[in-house]
């Protein structure tokens, strides 16, 4: 079973409180989806650490019931 | 899983830059796995390649040996520089370019 949009930003809304996550649906199928996620949190982080606390939202579902997640990490101005 | 990681730190320290990846250059088997491809390619690089789906060790292997849970994965100069998505941000700012332009790896 796909994890379904709204799952995914409750998810990552959950691990950051506060983020602004947009979702974007890549092929129309609920399955392969784009994250932009905006966050205090990654503020004095490099990407990879950013990216990591998006996919520690998702503990072991990605790669597995997240099939494809394209992840984009801002830091608020 | 001693075996599996210490074939991934000669594998990533062998090779100025290494692609972890689902099928091969030519048939990348993943849409992630193709774009990174495709940035290397424009980046004019030469870099080693590894399917992950011939060794399902190392497919295990490389996100416990990162703690990074998908792939692609790229390792410049034994380092994990991120999936195809920081490679992307990459590019597009530069930075990868100038990673690998200081990292000596040859042209392709």
Redesign the interface.
């Known amino acids: 079973m796909p994890m379904r949009g709204e799952d995914i930003i409750t998810a990552i809304e959950t691990a950051l409180p506060g983020a602004k996550v947009e979702l974007t649906d890549l092929a129309g199928d609920d399955n ?1 989806w784009a994250a932009r996620v905006t966050a205090e949190q990654f503020a004095g982080k490099s ?2 650490q950013q ?2 606390m998006v ?1 520690a939202a ?1 503990g ?1 579902k ?2 597995g019931e997240l099939h ?1 997640l ?3 990490t801002v830091v608020p101005t | 899983m001693a075996d599996t990681n210490e074939k991934i730190a000669s594998l990533v320290g062998d090779n100025d830059v290494v692609l972890f990846m689902k099928g091969t250059p030519l048939f990348p088997q993943c ?2 796995s193709s774009r990174a491809v495709a940035i290397l390619d424009h980046c004019g690089v030469q870099y080693e390649s590894v399917d992950v789906l011939q060794d399902m060790e190392i497919r295990q292997g490389i ?1 416990a040996y990162s ?5 692609p994965q790229l390792y410049i100069k034994g380092e ?7 490679m992307m ?2 590019f597009e700012a530069g930075e990868l370019k100038q990673l690998l332009d200081e990292s000596g790896a040859a042209k392709a």
Do not use: L
């Open positions: 392969h990407r990879v990216h990591k996919y998702f072991d990605m790669g494809a394209q992840v984009t | 849409g992630f996100k703690d990074w849970p998908t792939i994990f520089v991120g999936g195809s998505d920081i941000e990459m």
